[in-house]
């Protein structure tokens, strides 16, 4: 009785402390969704959604008990059916074939690649040969060879002859699903085109978008001219999201080290935007007595700062990670503007359930993960401080402390999903970030304002020239660092319950009340345990049909040595070993004759085929008990063949040992048939959305 007693006196002490919860259970439902092997028919996603709305209309009425276990349901119900519906929504054409012609579009973004080349993504495409209802809506495509006849710009048509392709699933069972994510950002094909891109149709003048991307390139190209170098194009990429300039070397030092976060406009540079115009604002107008004493100076710094926010949101380009950290800063300051206390569990909750309710697909993202990882870290450490009796020191040594506290907590806060996505560990991160992050929010974004505010009277290189001291040491603490010998170390890619398990135990430790909360230590422990032992596939196979890979005791032998680099680099950072593709070649394991490739695994003979020539050399199986080809072979007595046209349907394979004995898991097994990968699927939910909208109106 006495331990039954203790317990519900732990759950009367969540009273008032549960709004914390609501993102989190919204997001176990969103989960839910992702997770399904076969996809919910659309009405099925509108009527879950519709029960998980209706139960938390209907909450206040029922006693308290009921309540919580009605409002859970309610959002585990609410995140699956919102997740379906915003997968229906964006529905758009994908290609299903690879096309090589002429390409018509009108740019909508130009960002660069990984390989740094210029990308255009194009709507309202215009495909040879190709009806509009079949035509995606969008594309994106990589320029090659001999440019520069037009300077591009969003709104501007364009023409080209290139080559496109659906977007590629993932390049082994539970590996990163680019199809996925092209789908959700409304991506029917992608490519690259060699030849000219030439200008059809000018962009239209008077439009707001135009005018405010001109200003970009404008302000990118005046800042990059003012300070030469890296820094140059460093103090670009924060202040109007242009990373074009900045080296491969420094890009890679930078992410390599947890330090690219200050490179790419996130929640760090909107927060310290905000504070600082805030905190300007506030002490101004306390120098100007009159005003202080009559007017809600506080509301007013509230608002200026949300309006300089929304202007840094449209300068930036608005990619997704600026627009989520706006919503983080906005419910912050909206918080101001109501009397509230800004920086609480209860506004970090909030924003996150505009971000899921907006994007559930975001909830996956590394940087959805890590910018809330780093913020309710952030809020709790500093939440526990406020109520500890610490020594009383000078203000500039508490703003000092409170710098060099927040860069510690964040960094410890995002490094296990940095880890679990990137397969790295920066181990002299910690250090790069304390020697780094507190200059970038102390001096650098300060400086950023203050350039922006002398502009208009010519005197902008006083800041940019502070910019530029506090950002040549950003760079060369990130080359030091890279240059020191065990400075970065590769893990493993765990299992999807690794994360789950340190996310979820890691929350219940910041949003539960009483001692229990030390139960959440138990799941981080487990989660870091099982990611110890983790353990890679024993073979992988390329849905191409064209390469395959198999675990050695030197690490991972690929079958070719060059070529499909993007399945064998992805492999090799899974398996904690990157190395260039050549090296992970001329590893022993692979049995290579010509373009006939085999290797023996618990028993089983593989052999993988590549070309016709190869295929047509060997008699039946070829004494294996799998065959892998690029061409099409059909079945055969004797052994499993997975020829180019099984491997389309069953998308990449992994091979596990288990029992003694090779287990084959495809890629389709492991996502299911779903609305981004199957097109069946698709068409039978265009349809139903198509009669759920005829009868909305």
């Not at 070993?577 to 085999?598: C, H, T």
Request: net charge neutral; hydrophobic share 50%; charged share 15%.
């Amino acid at each position: 009785m006495r331990k039954l007693h203790d317990l519900w006196a732990q759950l009367g002490a969540q009273r008032g402390h549960l709004f914390g919860w609501t993102p989190v259970v919204l997001g176990l439902g969103i989960c839910g969704y992702f997770a399904a092997q076969s996809e919910p028919a659309a009405i099925t996603c509108i009527m879950v959604l519709g029960f998980g709305l209706f139960g938390i209309a209907v909450q206040r009425l029922l006693p308290d008990g009921l309540r919580i276990i009605v409002v859970g349901m309610a959002l585990l119900l609410a995140g699956f059916g919102l997740a379906g519906l915003r997968a229906n929504v964006v529905a758009e054409p994908v290609l299903g074939f690879r096309y090589y012609g002429p390409i018509q579009g009108r740019i909508i973004e130009i960002d660069r690649s990984v390989s740094d080349a210029v990308r255009l993504t194009l709507d309202r495409v215009v495909l040879a040969r190709m009806d509009a209802a079949h035509t995606p809506a969008s594309v994106r495509i990589s320029l090659h060879g001999d440019q520069g006849f037009i300077t591009p710009e969003p709104g501007q048509v364009v023409l080209m002859t290139g080559h496109l392709s659906p977007p590629s699933g993932p390049v082994e069972p539970g590996g990163f699903d680019f199809q996925r994510m092209a789908w959700f950002e409304g991506l029917g094909a992608v490519g690259y085109t060699r030849t000219p891109v030439l200008l059809g149709a000018v962009a239209s003048e008077g439009s707001a978008g135009l005018w405010v991307y001109r200003q970009r390139v404008a302000i990118s190209r005046g800042v990059q001219d003012r300070l030469e170098g890296e820094s140059g194009a460093f103090a670009a990429a924060i202040m109007t999201g242009d990373r074009s300039g900045i080296g491969q070397n420094s890009l890679t030092a930078l992410r390599a080290f947890n330090l690219a976060h200050l490179l790419a406009i996130s929640g760090m540079h909107m927060g310290i935007l905000a504070a600082f115009i805030f905190a300007t604002l506030r002490y101004g107008f306390a120098l100007w007595p009159s005003a202080a004493l009559r007017w809600p100076t506080k509301k007013i710094a509230a608002n200026g700062a949300l309006v300089a926010a929304a202007g840094y949101l449209a300068l930036s380009g608005g990619n997704v990670s600026t627009e989520r950290a706006f919503v983080m800063v906005a419910v912050m300051l909206v918080a101001v503007l109501f009397d509230r206390r800004a920086l609480t569990l209860r506004a970090v909750a909030i924003a996150a359930l505009i971000v899921l309710t907006l994007l559930p697909e975001a909830l996956f993202g590394p940087g959805f993960q890590m910018s809330f990882a780093a913020t309710t870290a952030l809020v709790a450490v500093f939440g526990v401080m406020r109520q500890l009796d610490l020594p009383r020191v000078p203000r500039w040594a508490k703003s000092i402390g409170a710098v060099f506290i927040s860069s510690l907590v964040a960094g410890l806060a995002t490094a296990p999903f940095a880890a679990f996505h990137f397969n790295q560990i920066a181990q002299l991160g910690l250090i790069a970030n304390l020697m780094s992050v507190p200059l970038m929010g102390t001096l650098v974004m300060p400086a950023a304002v203050l350039a922006a505010l002398l502009a208009p009277l010519g005197l902008e290189m006083i800041g940019l020239w502070v910019m530029d001291l506090g950002l040549r040491w950003i760079l060369g603490v990130a080359h030091f660092v890279a240059g020191q010998d065990g400075a970065l170390r590769h893990v493993v890619t765990p299992g999807p319950e690794v994360l789950a398990l340190i996310a979820l135990g890691g929350i219940f430790v910041v949003q539960w009340r009483g001692s229990i909360r030390l139960a959440g230590v138990a799941p981080v422990i487990l989660g870091f345990a099982l990611w110890q032992v983790a353990e890679r596939p024993a073979v992988l196979i390329a849905d191409s049909g064209s390469l395959i890979g198999v675990m050695t005791e030197t690490g991972r032998d690929v079958s070719k040595e060059s070529g499909e680099s993007f399945a064998a680099d992805s492999w090799l950072e899974n398996d904690g070993a990157p190395v260039e593709q050549w090296v992970a070649y001329a590893r022993d394991g692979l049995l290579e004759r010509g373009r006939a490739v085999s290797v023996t695994v618990a028993g089983t003979r593989v052999l993988n085929l590549r070309g016709a020539t190869a295929l047509a050399a060997i008699d039946g199986c070829g004494g294996a008990d799998i065959v892998i080809t690029n061409q099409e072979m059909g079945d055969m007595a004797g052994c499993e063949v997975y020829d180019a046209v099984r491997l389309r349907e069953t998308g990449a394979m992994a091979g596990w040992v288990l029992s003694g004995k090779l287990h084959l898991i495809s890629v389709r097994d492991h996502t299911g048939e779903r609305i981004w990968n199957t097109a069946s699927v698709r068409q039978r939910d265009r349809l139903l959305m198509t009669l759920f909208a005829q009868a909305w109106d």
